[in-house]
């Protein structure tokens, strides 16, 4: 199947999949009992939907070997190419929530004290990352090797997360916010992307690398004062705009010039550095550069 006929057969097979669960949304309100403070909507259950429609398509190419191939990547983490890229996959987005915390707080909002619940933390890092896998086994692991055959790395980013956005609209009306809220928290949803896809572009093409991020995304919204009821997308927006801004201005000539394939996740993420071919021996000793030079695990290897 052509890549961009795998594309629109994912994009169809996830809305259709997620449908019952918007509709579900609309009568049962709440996915956790209301004695726990992360506030879900039920449609959130959605998000095994990607995982689903990429199983459903790679069955047909590949029958059971290419489904249970897909659902190894989930502890990938083999594949990055540093230390340093997993570290980032962590903190990036705590880091943000902070920035925006501080934001808010100097720009005079009413905000309670920074205070957060590290206990919960574990616990819910755990259950994000389940739902995280869920979705970037088709996000990242399918449908962006989809795009990046035919759109150089921004572009599949931002179509990634315009389809992405898209797909939230419905579950971020049914946690009860208003089309302002919803605008700005879509804005954050492409940012987001982008930084992920950078992640697993540059990082070694891992996904557990992208579910890491994912579910550290979800983790630092809801430690946000008040598990996540202070949290304001449209200053997480500007803030997380300087973060794209930094990552655009160090990779950016690479990212709109060139399609990534697995030579280049091997490769210098120097803008100068030229694209070299897959399996060279120079693609497969330049692996310890990237974000700091110690190797996490290994070498890079070829993704499927």
């Not at 959605?46 to 790679?58: E, K, N, R, S």
């Not at 991020?213 to 996540?228: D, E, R, Y």
């Not at 996740?265 to 060279?280: E, K, W």
Request: proline content about 6%; overall charge positive; some cysteine.
């Amino acid at each position: 199947m052509p890549a961009a006929s795998s594309f629109r057969a994912y994009v169809a097979i996830l809305f259709a999949a997620s449908v019952p669960f918007w509709i579900a949304g609309f009568a049962i309100h709440r996915l956790l009992p209301p004695s726990m403070p992360i506030a879900l909507p039920f449609s959130a259950l959605m998000t095994f939907a990607p995982a689903f429609a990429a199983c459903v398509l790679l069955y047909r190419r590949g029958g059971w070997p290419a489904v249970s191939g897909l659902l190894a990547r989930i502890f990938d983490g083999g594949r990055v190419r540093s230390v340093g890229w997993l570290i980032a996959a962590f903190i990036t987005m705590p880091l943000v929530l902070l920035g925006s915390y501080a934001v808010m707080r100097a720009s005079g909002f009413v905000m309670p004290g920074a205070h957060v619940a590290y206990s919960v933390a574990p616990l819910m890092f755990g259950m994000f990352f389940i739902g995280a896998a869920g979705e970037e086994l088709g996000w990242q692991g399918f449908a962006y090797s989809a795009l990046e055959t035919r759109f150089s790395v921004l572009e599949s980013a931002l179509i990634l997360g315009a389809v992405w956005a898209a797909w939230h609209v419905v579950p971020f009306f049914q946690t009860g916010h208003n089309w302002e809220w919803v605008a700005w928290q879509c804005i954050v949803t492409v940012f987001l992307r982008v930084v992920t896809v950078w992640l697993y572009a540059y990082g070694g093409r891992s996904v557990f690398a992208a579910i890491v991020f994912h579910a550290m995304s979800n983790v630092a919204v809801f430690l946000f004062p008040n598990f996540g009821s202070y949290y304001d997308p449209a200053t997480t927006a500007v803030v997380l705009a300087g973060v794209t801004a930094i990552i655009a201005a160090v990779w950016g000539p690479v990212m709109v010039r060139t399609r990534v394939s697995w030579a280049s996740c091997c490769n210098s993420s120097s803008a100068s550095s030229p694209v070299l071919p897959p399996h060279s021996d120079a693609a497969l000793s330049s692996s310890r550069t990237g974000l700091w030079s110690r190797p996490f695990s290994g070498r890079c290897r070829r993704s499927g």
